[in-house]
């Protein structure tokens, strides 16, 4: 009774979080493939420089793994195949497991990106997860005669769901290539207010890790004993420090971020002008001819880029970009959007639009938004 009971809970469970882990990723395939590169390039240092030639390949890979998590949970969940499945499932959290350590033991990746920006998780809780994930998997291994005795559809019927399950799965996560993540889990959604994120929304309280006599001591307040050396400082409440650490925008003149929490800005994020669509600069154009001929409500345009002014300035002359440009980290401007180019419209710092170059908006819907 308890090990029918333990079979199909973790049937349960393994196969809903497959599909969860899956969905988040295939939600935002781009912020998975550029984890993926991160792992590449770790691994090409690490091991092999031969892991860099799958870089380019990374946003396949991304779709690809996403949409085989989510068809082994739901083939798990239908007992389609059922033994094939567990075994796949198996291996590739065995795989996962390996990277979660490696990243963990050697503080490499940060972030696995398991549960994309919904859910942040450090190396070793990335770790345990996949630990305890194997350990169900195990029990699967050794108990599908109490998953096979549920009654369930024909094979037939659990092939076509199986089926619906890729085709679904394959086709939102090139939607969300081709346009924005269908659920927004990053600092820069609509509605954030960018100049609040930026600031701590507590104190800061810190505790201090000392040491005297050669053993190590953890203190509240900082000693007025010498004999007491400092180690380091750790955070007692780190998730009320800033949202946001890392946003600047300047040129040669200088630093530029706080004017652009001023009033109604047109964003225009080019992150890499040789990776950029030029196409779609048709239809930016086209806005920002509206934009200067209308004056209410007065928006100001400006770009904002990471690549070189050499570069930029050749590149906004083949794509007649005639408005004002900014630089920023190129690490930021693809967590502010997925596109490139993409555009983002401030409201006095906060966020009310957003678009992929593939969904340029009319000058009507900008000013719906202000």
């Known amino acids: 009774m308890v090990l029918r009971l333990l079979s199909r809970f973790a ?73 094939t499945v567990v075994w796949l499932l198996f291996l590739l959290t065995l795989f ?43 029990v699967l291994l050794f108990t599908q005669r109490h998953i096979l005795s549920i009654p369930r559809m024909n094979a037939g019927v659990t092939g076509a769901v199986v089926l619906v399950a890729l085709l679904l799965s394959v086709g939102m996560g090139v939607y969300a290539y081709r346009h924005e993540p269908f659920l927004d889990f990053r600092a820069y959604r609509v509605g954030a207010n960018i100049p609040k994120l930026m600031k701590p929304s507590a104190p800061i309280r810190y505790q201090y890790i000392m040491e005297k006599d050669g053993r190590e001591v953890t203190l509240e307040n900082y000693p007025t004993d010498t004999t007491y050396k400092f180690k380091k400082m750790v955070p007692l409440n780190p998730e009320d420090g800033p949202k946001i650490t890392d946003f600047n925008v300047w040129n040669d003149q200088g630093d530029f971020t706080k004017e652009l929490f001023l009033g109604n800005r047109l964003l225009i994020l080019v992150k890499d002008v040789k990776k950029a669509d030029q196409e779609s600069f048709k239809e930016i154009n086209a806005l920002l001819a509206g934009i200067e001929q209308s004056q209410s409500p007065k928006i100001v345009p400006v770009v904002i880029t990471s690549s070189s002014s050499q570069d930029f300035d050749v590149f906004r002359h083949e794509v007649n970009l005639a408005v004002p440009y900014f630089f920023a980290d190129g690490t930021v401007l693809k967590t502010m959007i997925r596109a490139n180019p993409g555009l983002l419209l401030f409201k006095n710092g906060t966020v009310v639009g957003k678009w992929h170059h593939n969904d340029v908006p009319t000058l009507q819907e900008v000013q719906q938004l202000l």
């Open 11 to 83: 049937w349960i469970v393994v196969g809903g979080l497959f599909i969860f882990s899956g969905l988040i990723k295939l939600n935002d395939p781009v912020g998975t493939a550029i984890k993926l590169e991160e792992y590449f390039e770790v691994f090409s240092a690490d091991f092999s420089p031969v892991f860099l030639s799958f870089k380019p390949f990374a946003l396949y890979l991304s779709i690809f793994l996403s949409t085989l998590e989510v068809v082994l949970g739901v083939a798990l969940l239908v007992r389609w195949r059922l033994n």
């Open 96 to 138: 996962f497991t390996f990277l979660t350590f490696y990243s963990a033991y050697y503080n490499k990746v940060t972030d696995c990106g398991c549960f994309g920006d919904a859910i942040k998780l450090t190396p070793w809780q990335s770790f345990g997860k996949d630990v305890a994930l194997l350990v169900l998997i195990l």
